[in-house]
């Protein structure tokens, strides 16, 4: 199994926080991690088959303030597929001049989708296979890019398919929302005024978000785990996809 | 006018002495860099829309020894396209469950071809949208990857087109193998046994290969102007396309 991290806000905030309470879980994570930044429509995409205890690639990401509206993260343990560059998540494609981001922590039996679209999987996961096939049929459902309301909508008849086939935590992002699937296990929280301090869980390291932030910021964060001690974390419920637009949970 | 790195060897190597070359030009190569490292089937793409003077990602690839034996890197100076992420080369699509890298040096003067296949540019680059076109116009013409061979002889039927409509030099890499196509300026050269020092034309640095190779290293080395000094880089022409393999230019 892995854990997954996310954050979308309404305004350009740096996840180093939340990545820092993330790595060091990679110690029974250890078969790769990677990190996804949009920047408007931009990607940076940052993936490392190594521990992200260890990776140079981390160490960049923990010490250079990237800041983003649109965040996904992830370190493996891997049950399906090799350790290889090509089946570290999150995984990017594009469609409609979008991309589209994706990391899944659980596991799908046996699901070998008929992939006869536009996306096929480089890597040998599972995990790929499954946002291969959710890209093919997001693709068959809209002409361009939807709104936010109509690819959710699109997400809710074809999620369930997915999570009949197994275990299906999921993130997924195109830069405007992150939608979170929850299959097992999958805690969220929003931060807004007035901010206060969290403390990692994992770590002796506490972050005063006040000082930070200013009252009209909002941040939702989405993790397997709750990260924090103090934080009122909410499990998402199984089977449920909540969506996250300027940092807040739509209802 | 931007300038390309590409670099295609027999055997994983690293690419820092040739990339820290590229970036002393970033001086007037000022507004974004990228640098793609294929690791087999997998894919690593560090981009970035500061110098790559003073990027703290170009910093971690000078550092890291990355190794590869397929690279792309780019140095851009805007000429087409606002100073954005998703404007930074090389870019990447996904065929055939194979990813695709692509990196253009030039300007295609009012290129609109028609996209009506499963690629669209994220960005506002001429160079993405050739990059579209020539992925669309690839899937059409095969159902799967072909061999490099075919590959280069419906390269050689596309790029014409290309390059009747301004300048276009590219670089273009599945992983298999690295495309070479020149318009204005691009140069190569191989590097293999005996190896010798080689110093950067631009920077005082030099590095003694031969302590670094064993004596079956092939090493082959594409870019916009030679990036040494005593070493025989030959000129591609303009509107040929090279093909390297293994660290070996194809006759």
Redesign the interface.
Known sequence: MCQLLGMNANTPTDVMFSFTGLATRAAEHKDGFGIAFF???????????HSALDS??AD?VR??PIKSRNVIAHIRKATQGHV?????HPF????????WVFAHNGDLKDFAPRLH???????STDSERAFCWLMQEL?KSHAGVPSVDELSRTLRDLLPLLHARGSFNMLLSNGQALWAHAATHLHWLQRRHPFRTATLADEDLSVDFGALTTPQDRVAVVATQPLTTGEAWEPIAPGELKVFVEGSALP
């Open positions: 920047e408007d429509k931009g990607l940076r995409l940052f993936i490392d088959p140079p690639v960049m010490r250079y290889a560059l090509e089946n570290c990017v494609r594009e469609l409609w001049g979008r991309y679209g536009a996306f096929r999987p480089v890597g693709a």
